[in-house]
């Protein structure tokens, strides 16, 4: 699973390198935006669009829609899924509770903070970036199993990946090379 989350970035990262790297440096032309573009996913955050939006009518709904509507519109839609997961669920390892959980996951964004460690958790921080060894599931398996000490339904609070097949590189873009 983590293999090809990795993959895609890779692949997104390939994509937007390709893009500068074909722009043209002549200031008399200007990019042309014509024609219809239509969202077709939202994924800020790994496996919660799966997790929380059924398939179907909610889920091409929920990924054409606008972020700063998001919230409102769907965080029943995840507390009722969150609920049906964990039906025991009374607060976090963050102190949440299922509507303030549900709330913050509803807006599906990858927030990052200019003051603080970017990370997708860390003990601390959360939710103030995601750093390419954060282990995202894990986090999610976390805050959605783990009651309120983290330790509650201990099978369910981690995938149990907890390396990449091959270290990231030192320097940019930081990504593994293909194998």
């Not at 025991?88 to 607060?91: A, D, L, N, V």
């Given at each position: 699973m983590k293999t090809s989350k990795f993959k895609i970035i890779a692949?997104?990262?390939i994509g937007v390198t390709s893009m500068l790297v074909s722009c043209s440096n002549d200031d008399n032309s200007s990019p042309s935006f014509a024609g219809s573009y239509v969202q077709q996913d939202q994924m800020a955050r790994p496996a919660i669009n799966t997790v929380f939006i059924a398939p179907g009518a909610t889920k091409d709904a929920f990924n054409a829609a606008i972020p700063s509507t998001m919230g409102a519109a769907y965080q029943s839609v995840f507390q009722s899924r969150l609920l049906a997961l964990n039906a025991?669920?009374?607060?976090n390892a963050l102190g949440q509770t299922a509507a303030q959980l549900t709330g913050l996951?509803?807006?599906?964004?990858?927030?990052?903070?200019?003051?603080?460690?970017?990370?997708f958790f860390d003990g601390t921080n959360v939710l103030t970036g995601r750093a390419l060894a954060d282990d995202v599931i894990d986090v999610e398996l976390l805050l959605i199993f783990g009651g309120p000490t983290g330790a509650s339904n201990p099978g369910l609070t981690s995938d149990h990946v907890n390396a990449n097949d091959k270290a990231f590189s030192t320097s940019f873009?930081?990504?593994a090379s293909a194998w």
């Open positions: 692949l997104s990262l025991g669920y009374t607060t996951l509803a807006t599906d964004v990858l927030n990052v903070s200019k003051v603080a460690p970017t990370t873009p930081y990504l």
